[in-house]
């Protein structure tokens, strides 16, 4: 199996814009045979726009969602990407990953909200999410800051997680995440960690690319320079597929012999 990297502009409130370099980019990740495509944080409606998260979020039945899901059925190429989510009175800094055939295959609310921006705009997340079948490999969320505390890969890579999907939204400054901390959570975990960052401005923040696959022995399968729209595609080769059995098909979720 195959997976993609978009790393991107930030949306800074271009909804359309946003929309149409998505098809464009999951149409040249299905043609190179990817499966699913991981896009940036809060890519929709963008990441440094805190006027704009609780006025546009959308609910997961929205038609933000239901045209992802069409994209992805259309162009047969899975996406994860991040999105303001709201659920009530309340907005979630969210991240959905949905499969080529246009089924949503997780859901996560990102746990540790970064700075006042965030902690501002978004309410707290309470639960990791849950390891969900890829292709033949056990896949996992994490958004941005969440990558940063072992603890949670750990967590995901005790319940089975070969393979670790992170938009994020990463500033220039903290190359150190792209550099150190991302190589590290894919070895100590023997996982792959799939990085996707946004390469540009918005609002005065300037964000620091770097977008990149991390193998489990910690080298990087693919990376993107610091600057400028890029488009990574690697095979997975490196991790271990898993047999039908291992899945309780009913649920969609892995569970250990044994278990």
Not at 46 to 67: E, I, K, T, V
Not at 153 to 179: C, D, M, R, S, Y
Request: hydrophobic share 45%.
């Amino acid at each position: 199996m195959k997976l993609a990297i978009w790393q991107c502009d930030p949306a800074n409130g271009q909804i359309e814009s946003v929309f149409q370099g998505l098809e464009r980019q999951l149409a040249a990740a299905a043609a190179a045979g990817a499966e699913m495509l991981v896009a940036p944080e809060l890519l929709l409606p963008g990441y440094n726009r805190p006027d704009l998260h609780r006025a546009l979020a959308q609910a997961q039945d929205g038609p933000w969602m239901a045209r992802l899901r069409g994209l992805a059925a259309d162009t047969g190429c899975g996406i994860c990407l991040g999105w303001a989510e709201r659920d009530g009175d309340r907005v979630h800094n969210a991240a959905s990953a949905i499969g080529a055939d246009g089924s949503l295959l997780a859901h996560y609310r990102k746990i540790q909200l970064y700075g006042a921006v965030e902690q501002a705009s978004f309410q707290r997340g309470d639960r990791l999410c849950p390891v969900f079948r890829l292709g033949p490999f056990r896949a996992a969320i994490l958004v941005c800051y969440d990558i940063e505390f072992p603890g949670h890969a750990a967590a995901l890579a005790a319940q089975g997680a070969q393979l670790i999907l992170v938009p994020t939204a990463n500033p220039k400054g903290f190359e150190h995440v792209q550099n150190a901390l991302v190589p590290a959570r894919a070895h100590e975990n023997r996982a792959v960690v799939a990085y996707a960052n946004y390469a540009g401005t918005e609002a005065g923040l300037h964000f620091g690319g770097l977008s990149l696959i991390a193998g489990p022995d910690g080298g990087a399968l693919a990376s993107a320079g610091a600057w400028g729209e890029a488009l990574l595609v690697v095979d997975l080769a490196c991790l271990p597929r898993i047999p039908a059995e291992g899945w309780a098909a009913e649920r969609g979720e892995y569970r250990p012999a044994g278990g």
